[in-house]
């Protein structure tokens, strides 16, 4: 059984950052293309950043290129969302998500098989 554990978020205030974190359980980490989604209220699920099984290839998204960066330490079973310049409008609760294998970076919450329980970003204006 594959867990991923959210950890990190918390009230920031605007122009601030946080790191969230992900580490994952009970199965090969190095093997999983890794994504970090949001939603924030009454909105749907969005994807954030995605990164492939090895870290050479990553995706961010428009509405936070310049500020978020995914990375990824398979030594420690961990991805990680680094979130600078964080703005109101980012607040939101953060997952991450596993998808068992494929070689690039994947988009669509469709294709990911294992969620976390998600962390709490509130971005204080």
């Known amino acids: 059984q594959v867990q991923l554990v959210e950890s990190g978020g918390g009230l920031v205030q605007a122009g601030g950052s946080l790191r969230v974190s992900c580490e994952t359980s009970?199965?090969?980490?190095?093997?999983?293309?890794m994504g970090w989604f949001r939603q924030a209220p009454g909105k749907e699920r969005e994807l954030v950043a995605a990164l492939s099984r090895g870290g050479t290839m990553t995706y961010i998204a428009v509405a936070v290129k310049g500020r978020f960066t995914i990375s990824r330490d398979n030594t420690k079973n961990t991805v990680y969302l680094q979130m600078n310049s964080l703005k109101p409008e980012d607040t939101a609760v953060y997952y991450c998500a596993a998808r068992a294998g494929g070689t690039g970076v994947y988009t669509n919450p469709s294709q990911y098989h294992y969620w976390g329980q998600g962390t709490q970003v509130t971005v204080a204006s």
């Open positions: 009970g199965g090969t980490f190095s093997d999983y293309p």
